[in-house]
């Protein structure tokens, strides 16, 4: 099983620039979320889905957008990058939001 | 507020030694709880949870938690540390109609000495 698959794994980009994190999962799972992870700030979470066509905003969403489309993609889109969205980004999935989540393996990116 | 904390970023301990971390919450109603570890380098992987089944909760790796109501607290232990267990510890909460939102605590740094 592949699990909960994202790209890039690196990504730099310059202020300014857009692009979009690609997370997909193969188990089914009807909620999938994202989350930045900063030094001594823990997971915060930037939105989540609970299903195909419905998304919601988390504690950050500021500058990111999502849709959900399909049960298995949860795209993250940064619309103009930041250098202050610098950090790590997990993606994580799970049958429902009071089931254990399956991570993915993360994406750095840094915004110069 | 709903919040979920967890005291001190770093916590160390000898080989053999118990491993306390702590966790507590601020809800008039019971959450589901979680704890989750996440190795260098690595993404997160659960080690236990909470869902008002049994308040002493068995996880991976001889970790174990316990539901105190009264205490509003979840603090995962395990009675021996490895040095294997080195890595970060996050507390995550999901409140009573919270639009299913995951809420993550912080997380806690343990290292391990030999």
């Known amino acids: 099983n592949a699990g909960v698959t994202q790209t890039p794994k690196f990504q730099v980009l310059k202020t300014g620039q857009s692009m979009t994190l690609q997370c997909a999962q193969d188990?089914?799972?009807?909620?999938m979320s994202w989350y930045r992870q900063d030094p001594g700030m823990g997971l915060r979470l930037i939105h989540y889905?609970?299903?195909?066509?419905?998304?919601d905003q988390g504690e950050v969403p500021n500058g990111y957008n999502v849709s959900r489309s399909t049960t298995e993609d949860f795209p993250l889109r940064l619309l103009s990058a930041a250098p202050s969205q610098t950090s790590v980004y997990f993606c994580?999935?799970?049958?429902?939001?009071?089931?254990?989540?399956?991570f993915g393996s993360g994406t750095q990116l840094s915004v110069l | 507020a709903q919040s979920v904390t967890q005291l001190g970023s770093h916590v160390s301990v000898s080989e053999g030694a118990l491993v306390l971390l702590r966790c507590n919450y601020s809800?008039?109603?019971?959450?589901?709880l979680f704890w989750y570890v996440q190795y260098p380098n690595q993404g997160l992987q659960l080690l236990l949870k909470?869902?008002?089944?049994?308040?002493l909760v068995k996880g991976i790796n001889g970790f174990e938690a316990e539901f105190k109501k009264s205490e509003t607290s979840f603090h995962l232990t395990k009675p021996s540390a490895h040095m294997s267990d080195a890595a970060e510890y996050f507390c995550?909460?999901?409140?009573?109609?919270?639009?299913?939102?995951?809420?993550f605590g912080k997380g806690i740094t343990l290292s391990v000495r030999p």
């Open positions: 994580a999935s799970s049958y429902s939001a009071a089931e254990k989540l399956f």
């Open positions: 188990m089914n799972h009807e909620y």
């Open positions: 889905s609970v299903g195909a066509g419905i998304t």
């Open positions: 809800s008039s109603v019971p959450p589901y």
């Open positions: 909470y869902t008002s089944a049994a308040t």
């Open positions: 995550a909460v999901r409140f009573s109609g919270a639009n299913s939102k995951l809420t």
